[in-house]
Each structure stands twice: as C-alpha cells, then as structure tokens.
C-alpha cells in the first residue's frame, strides 16, 4: 500500500514541479491570442471554459487506455507503478503538453504539420500518413469492442443482438461527432463522460483501500514476474501506453488547442490531463491485482482459465460490481463502453481534420466535412474485417512510433529556439529504444532474439540521435543567420 500511495503522491507532485519547470522552458505568453479567439470558426475553433476543455481533453486521450493497458501491464510486477509514475511526468505530459502549445503557436495545427514544419516534408508527408492510419485504427479497434460489449450487456435478441446492428450505431454517432460543431456533441455530453470516468475511479480507489487483498512493492520492481514469463523491455512500456505516453494524444492535444482561451491553460488541460490519467491508470492496475490476489491469478482472470471474468473488459465490469454494487455496475459500462466510444469519434475527427489540412478543404461547410469524413468510416469498415489482436498489436506499435516522432519535432523546436531541449531529448531516446526494439523482436515485427533487438536498437537510436541533433543545429545555424 505504501509503493500505491507514494506513486499517487508522486504524480501529484509531479504536476506542481515538474509541470511548471516544462512550461518555462517552452515559455507561455498569455498576451497571444489563441486560435480559439483569432481564427473562431463556430465549428473546430470554439473558446470554451478551460473546466470543460480540460474534461474533454480528459476524455480523448483516455479512452480504456488507461484501464485495460493498467490490468494487463500490472502482470509485469510493480515496475508498471514506475512507468505509469515517471512516463507519465517526464514523458507523456511533456509529449502532450508540447504537442498542445505547439499547435496553438502554429494556429491549430494538426500533429503532421507540427512535426512537418519542424522535421521537413518527407516527414510531413509520413506522418499524415502514419496519423491518418493511426487513428481510423483507433476508432476501428473502440468500434469492435464497444460493439460486442454493447450486444452482450443489453441482453437484446435477434438482430438488435447482434455486433453488426451496435456498429452500425456507433458510426451513424462516429459521423455526427465527426462533422458537426466541436461544441454540438463533443462539447454536450463529453464533460458528462469524462466525470463519470473519474468518478468511477475514485469509488474503485476506495475499494482498494477497503478490501483485503495483495498489492506488489516497488521494492521488487525489478523482478520479472509475468506470468508467461515475458521480458518487461520493451514489452511493458507498449502495453502500458495511454496511461504513461501515447502517440495518440498527440493527434487529440490539436482538437483542445482550438479552444483553449488562454496559453496560461495549457499545463491544466494538457500537462494535467496526462497526469491525471496516470493516476487513473495507477488505481485499475492496483484495483486489478489486489481484487485477484495474484499475478498468476490475475493472468487468469483475463484468459479462458479465469472464474472471474475473461478478458480486461469483463474484470471491469466484475470490480466495479463487487466493489460498488450497482452504481458501480452503472460505471462500469460508462467505462468500458462509452470512454472508447468518446475516444473513438474524436478519433475520427481528428483524421478528418488532418485530411483537411492536407488536401486544402476548408471545413466551415458541412458537405465539406461529409466529404472528407465518409472515406475514413469506409476504410474502418474494411478493417473490422480483420482479426481484432492483429489489429491491436499494430496499433500499439504505431502508437509509441508516433509518439517517439513527435518528441523529435518537440526536440528540434525547443534547440532551434534556442531553448532547453533536454526535456523532450532524453524521452525521445528512450522511446526510440523502445519502439526500435519491439518492432525487431514482436510477433508482428521480425520476431529476433531480444538480446540482438536491444544491440541493434541501441545503434540505431545513437545514430538517430546523432544525426538529428546534428540537423538540428545546422537548422538553428540558418534561422539564426536569417534573423
């Protein structure tokens, strides 16, 4: 209980310091307007209360992220505390943070213009590729699962019953959400969602200190304790990506960057947002552990030889019940099923932004939107065709590549500007080992020995490294000679 509480109050702490340390280094200027109040549009560019801003960024970039990568990462030992602790601080909500005020110094830019401008068009160009492929894989993998679980919780028969009839539902609400005004549903209903996700957090943390159970020691972090005997690097800090650092944050910091009102908001909603999604992410992964007793027990209970449940989602579900009774039912299924849903349509809308800026639409018009909308929700259909685990695993891997992408272009901006670059450099490196050396030793990747995947994924992020900061500075050589 001692290692939980500490990594509660280190996150915490986090926030205080360290957020305000990130945020002089990339220097705020509260006389700027934002785009929010320079480029108003009333449909993507709408100032809103930073209460609400804050919720809905919440809200994005959770998802079940959060939850379900906690539960499975907890099966590697007490080392996820550390990585959802410090990932979270010195790397996901720098990633976020950076990703937010970016975009708001580059008039809402979405994420591959940020980094394009930063990193040069080929990169531009890969990564609206990458974001593109990135996010209708978000919302292909939070339309399956919320589909199937819709069909089984509402008990209906026939073809109301089915998978088909809840997709079906979920994307005539994925393309409202994706064409109308930010503030006609997202706006609505998402402050609704994203509290009752917290809520449902903190009844589970009370259940975590009430009940009995066994909770892991920082202590023996370092121990491999995976059940299927499963190497904690790389594989831990994929597993466990929303709750510490994700590339899909990247993509959703642009949509709150048009309409915050004021830089001096940004570390609440976008630093703060981050934070508090580690410490959710640090309550399901005690929450899961203790409620099994075990690790092997806990293994269990998200396979067929589980009693409990039989995959993350239905553990949820049975902690919620168990612990909180019928309310916590209630906030079961707004968490398991509305949370992706509302990361799904954001998803969505993302891409139909990204596809904007590259193409030249404006969006003010709605046909405008439908048109660029109606081929993303084709080509998710076309997916949802594919198996759901080969699916996830690919997006697990784009989502950390994209984010060791972004820290990049975080890092060029900062030293072209002649600014503290280490706070985004040191991540950068970091998630460049990681994402190097599961592609080298993953199922889907070139299955190598983890030895010769961590050898040559150490070369190639010092050479990375090298040659990066090299360009780097030849940048900030011809903007400084320009001036």
């Known amino acids: 209980m001692v290692s939980f509480i500490s990594a509660i109050a280190a996150l915490v702490l986090g926030y205080i310091f360290y957020g305000r340390f990130v945020e002089r280094c990339f220097g705020i200027d509260a006389s700027r307007a934002t785009p929010a109040v320079a480029l108003k549009d009333g449909v993507d560019y709408i ?74 068009p080929v990169m531009k160009l890969l990564m609206r590729i990458l974001s593109l492929l990135l996010l209708i894989l978000v919302g292909t993998v939070f339309t399956t699962t919320s589909a199937g679980l819709l069909g089984n919780l509402t ?84 597993t466990i990506a929303c709750g510490a650092v994700s590339g899909f944050h990247g993509t959703q910091s642009p949509l709150m960057a048009r309409c915050i009102k004021d830089e001096r908001y940004a570390r609440p909603v976008f630093y703060g947002a981050m934070i508090t999604e580690g410490v959710v992410a640090l309550i399901w992964a005690a929450a899961a552990i203790k409620f099994s007793g075990s690790y092997d027990a806990l293994y269990a209970n998200l396979t067929d030889g589980g009693t409990a449940a039989s995959n993350p989602a239905k553990l949820v579900n049975f902690i919620c019940e168990t612990w909180m009774g019928k309310v916590g039912a209630v906030l079961a299924v707004l968490g398991v099923v509305a949370a992706p849903v509302t990361s799904g ?74 600014k503290n670059y280490w706070i985004t450099l040191i991540p950068a490196i970091f998630m460049t080992m990681v994402s190097v050396s599961y592609i080298l030793c993953a199922p889907e990747g070139f299955r190598l020995d983890y030895t010769l995947s961590y050898i040559i994924s150490g070369v190639v992020t010092v050479c990375l490294a090298f040659f990066a900061l090299r360009s780097f500075t030849r940048n900030k050589k011809k903007l400084n000679d320009n001036q």
Not at 90 to 104: K, L, P, Q, R, T
Not at 209 to 227: C, E, Q, R, Y
Not at 371 to 400: E, K, M
Not at 403 to 416: D, N, Y
């Open 155 to 238: 008990g209906a028969t026939g073809f109301l019953g089915t998978k088909l009839f809840w997709i079906i539902v979920i994307f005539v609400y994925f393309l409202l959400a994706t064409v109308l005004p930010i503030d006609t549903l997202i706006g609505r209903f998402y402050p609704i969602f994203g509290l009752a996700l917290l809520i449902m957090a903190v009844g589970v943390l009370g259940g975590i200190f009430i009940n009995d159970g066994f909770l892991p020691s920082v202590t023996d972090a370092f121990k491999g304790v995976h059940p299927n005997h499963l190497p904690i690097f790389p594989l831990l800090f994929v």
């Open 345 to 418: 349509d954001t998803a969505f809308r993302s891409a139909r932004l990204i596809l904007s800026d590259f193409i030249g639409i404006e969006q003010k018009k709605v046909w405008h939107r439908l048109v660029l909308a109606l081929p993303l929700f084709i080509v998710s259909a076309v997916l949802l065709t594919i198996n759901f685990d080969v699916l996830w695993r690919y997006f697990a891997w784009f989502n950390q590549t994209l984010a060791m992408i972004a820290l990049w272009s975080m890092t060029s901006w900062q030293l072209t500007r002649g």
């Open 47 to 120: 100032p809103m209360p930073t209460w609400k801003v804050f919720l809905i960024q919440f809200l994005n970039i959770a998802g079940t992220g959060p939850i379900f990568g906690a539960i499975m990462g907890i099966l590697f030992g007490p080392m996820a505390y550390l990585w959802i602790v410090f990932g979270s601080i010195f790397i996901g909500a720098v990633h976020d943070y950076f990703s937010g005020m970016m975009s708001i110094r580059s008039k809402g830019a979405s994420l591959p213009d940020i980094i394009g401008n930063e990193l040069g």
